[in-house]
């Protein structure tokens, strides 16, 4: 059974930085395409960033482009979000995603909050 579990969450102040991990255990990492998602209150769950299987295409949501990073290390089955220059707008829960092609299935985890103070 796979499964998929955030952590780093936390209170920063905005312009801060936060590095989120996610570690993905009981299936095959490096076959699965990875994302972050986030859902703030009252709204619907949003992408922010996914990264592909060998890590070398990498897409961003244009509200986070150029402030985080995502990477991943298919070694230790590890997905990290980078997060700098936090705003105000990046207060969330934060999801880990995992899916996997043939047939489709798509994981998630628990989420993590992240609050930034203005």
């Known amino acids: 059974q796979v499964q998929v579990v955030e952590s780093g969450g936390g209170l920063v102040q905005a312009g801060g930085s936060l590095r989120l991990s996610c570690v993905v255990s009981?299936?095959?990492?490096?076959?699965?395409?990875m994302g972050w998602f986030r859902q703030a209150p009252g709204k619907e769950r949003e992408f922010v960033a996914t990264i592909r299987r060998s890590g070398g295409s990498k897409y961003y949501a244009d509200s986070v482009k150029g402030r985080f990073a995502i990477s991943r290390d298919n070694a230790r089955n590890m997905l990290y979000l980078q997060m700098n220059s936090l705003k105000f707008e990046d207060t969330a829960v934060y999801y880990c995603?995992?899916?996997?092609?043939?047939?489709?299935?798509?994981?998630w985890g628990q989420g993590t909050q992240v609050t930034v103070s203005s």
């Open positions: 995603n995992a899916v996997i092609l043939g047939p489709w299935k798509s994981y």
């Open positions: 009981g299936g095959t990492f490096s076959r699965y395409t």
